[in-house]
């Protein structure tokens, strides 16, 4: 005892004992009045919150964000100036998978990063994509069923998914980012991070401009075929996780490098694609990618719950210099996740340590469940506002210029238009052979089961990125399943 703390109950006072229960008589039951007993129990029985309703399973770690380039006449943004340094904390993901599901799966990564700024939290909460399935935020719950379990079944549905992506011609370009190499990397160390919307940077001139953000690894892109995967998790479930907390354990630090495509307010009325849509990217030679600065990831946590599964990002984290834009996609998320972090971590989530700004806090909410941080507003005389006592008062330098729009208020048709072909034609047209191969390979493994009705509409649409890509399609699912037109369904072969 003499040099180990000594066990306490929750209340402070010391345990007598913490192996026997209470009990009337040896071989007898226990008594209620074993307070530490029930204690224990109770406790427990609230061990688990509510998990991510999407991007459950995660691997984070904190960092720093040093900038070396030189941004400044864009944006006012402090964290952004040169030679600034941010603490920050960076959370991967995948989608669709639950709070156990196996790291070495294909799917999306979320690239999730919080910047403690003097300015207070700028969260960028964004995926190892530059683009998104949908477009239209009334969508993405339609979407995320079909990456979940199927009511009936409990079981992923390939049926679902290709029936809603056939139908949604506007995720073609990212299933085609998913079903290719980079949608199965080997850790979260190798590959970039986007934030895929468009920003907007404000200056101190008060000028508006759009911003993509890009993380570019500096370890290189590496991937795992799906043969090589089904290995991997049939020896560990938690390769991101042992890779990502090894490497920093060992002092080797992942890094990736910074970049912003800046695009001049009045051009997104020139550009010949919308530049507010989550499913296109700006071409390279059209806004050419500005180095920023180096994103070092440099320290584990020290309890994977407290700081992880608690982090809670949000797209409605911005800090002056920095905003949003029209994205219909990304103003919805504005409202989605502070929402949610209500609901999973309670009122107060934002003050919990590791989602704490590192800069002075006041407002004049009051109260609420859980409440342990006294007066936000610097004295108990000024609860409301405005007052005669002090309290803190706006801020009117952080007001962002004001937003041009126009158009009249209707539920106008994002699927007519819009080309959904051409992008992911020139993404088509970067594969060498191998990496063509594998996504047909991939794209066909994907389709078990899927009814023939279905994979012929998606057929149709890779046809219009490219006939090669329909056809090498078609040659997989005829390799796979011997599936040709007119089958019934993609249906896996008995093994013989
Ligand atoms: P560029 O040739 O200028 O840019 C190509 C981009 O594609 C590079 O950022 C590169 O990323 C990335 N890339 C290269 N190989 C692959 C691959 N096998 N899988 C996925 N991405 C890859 O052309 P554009 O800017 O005109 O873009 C062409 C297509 O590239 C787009 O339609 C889009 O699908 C994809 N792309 C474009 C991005 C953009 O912001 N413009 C960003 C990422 C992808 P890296 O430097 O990491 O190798
Ligand atoms: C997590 C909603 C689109 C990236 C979440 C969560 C919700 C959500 C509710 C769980 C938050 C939590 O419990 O902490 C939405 C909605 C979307 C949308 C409504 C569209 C309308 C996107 C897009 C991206 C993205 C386009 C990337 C560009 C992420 C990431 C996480 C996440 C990375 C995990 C954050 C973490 O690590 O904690 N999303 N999402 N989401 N989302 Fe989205």
């Not at 600034?84 to 999730?112: C, N, W």
Request: with cysteine; hydrophobic share 35%.
């Amino acid at each position: 005892m003499a040099d180990k703390p000594r066990l306490t109950t929750t209340a402070g006072a010391p345990v007598p004992d913490n192996q026997n229960s209470i009990t009337a008589g040896e071989r007898g039951p226990v008594l209620l009045q074993d307070y530490q007993l029930i204690e224990k129990l109770a406790h427990q029985n609230r061990e688990r919150i509510p998990e991510r309703v999407v991007h459950a399973k995660g691997w984070g770690a904190y960092g720093t964000l040093k900038i070396t380039g030189d941004i400044s006449r864009f944006t006012r943004a402090k964290a952004l100036q040169p030679g600034a340094e941010t603490p920050l904390i960076l959370r991967f993901s995948t989608v669709a998978g639950e709070l156990g599901a196996a790291d070495a799966e294909r799917d999306v990564r979320g690239f999730a990063i919080k910047f403690y700024t003097e300015d207070g939290n700028w969260d960028l909460v964004g995926n190892n994509t530059p683009v998104f399935f949908v477009r239209d935020p009334y969508k993405f719950p339609d979407f995320i069923h079909t990456q979940k379990r199927h009511p009936r079944t409990n079981l992923r549905s390939n049926t679902a998914m290709w029936d809603f992506w056939s139908l949604s011609p506007e995720s073609l370009h990212q299933v085609t980012i998913l079903m290719s190499d980079r949608g199965l990397p080997v850790s979260p160390m190798h590959m970039n991070g986007y934030g895929s919307h468009t920003y907007s940077f404000w200056n101190d001139k008060g000028e508006r401009y759009w911003v993509k953000f890009h993380f570019k690894t500096l370890q290189g892109h590496k991937f795992h075929t799906n043969e090589e995967a089904e290995k991997v998790v049939g020896k560990t479930r938690e390769s991101y996780q042992e890779a990502l907390f090894g490497a920093i354990e060992r002092g080797e630090f992942p890094k990736w490098k910074m970049q912003v495509q800046i695009m001049p307010e009045l051009d997104a009325e020139k550009t010949p694609y919308n530049p507010f849509d989550l499913t296109k990217v700006w071409p390279h030679a059209d806004y050419p990618p500005i180095d920023v600065g180096i994103l070092e990831l440099n320290r584990n946590p020290d309890n994977y719950f407290a700081e992880i599964e608690q982090v809670a990002f949000s797209p409605s984290n911005i800090v002056p210099g920095i905003s949003w834009s029209p994205d219909k996609m990304l103003q919805a998320r504005i409202f989605s996740y502070a929402d949610a972090h209500r609901y999973r971590l309670g009122t107060h989530y934002e003050a919990l340590p590791v989602n704490a700004p590192r800069c002075p806090v006041h407002h004049y909410h009051k109260d609420g469940q859980m409440n342990f941080f006294g007066h936000r507003a610097g004295n108990p005389d000024a609860y409301y506002e405005p007052n005669s006592f002090n309290g803190p008062v706006e801020d009117s330098s952080a007001k962002e210029p004001p937003l041009r729009i126009s158009g009249d208020a209707d539920r106008y048709n994002h699927r007519i238009g819009n080309d959904d072909y051409s992008q992911p034609r020139a993404l088509f047209n970067l594969f060498d052979e191998g990496q063509k191969n594998r996504l047909f390979n991939n794209i066909a493994a994907a389709m078990a089961g899927v009814p023939g009705e279905i994979i012929e509409r998606q057929l149709a649409h890779f046809d219009k990125v490219h006939p090669d890509y329909g056809n090498g399609v078609r040659k997989a699912l005829k390799a796979h399943y011997g599936y040709e037109a007119g089958a019934a369904a993609a249906t896996p072969q008995a093994a013989e």
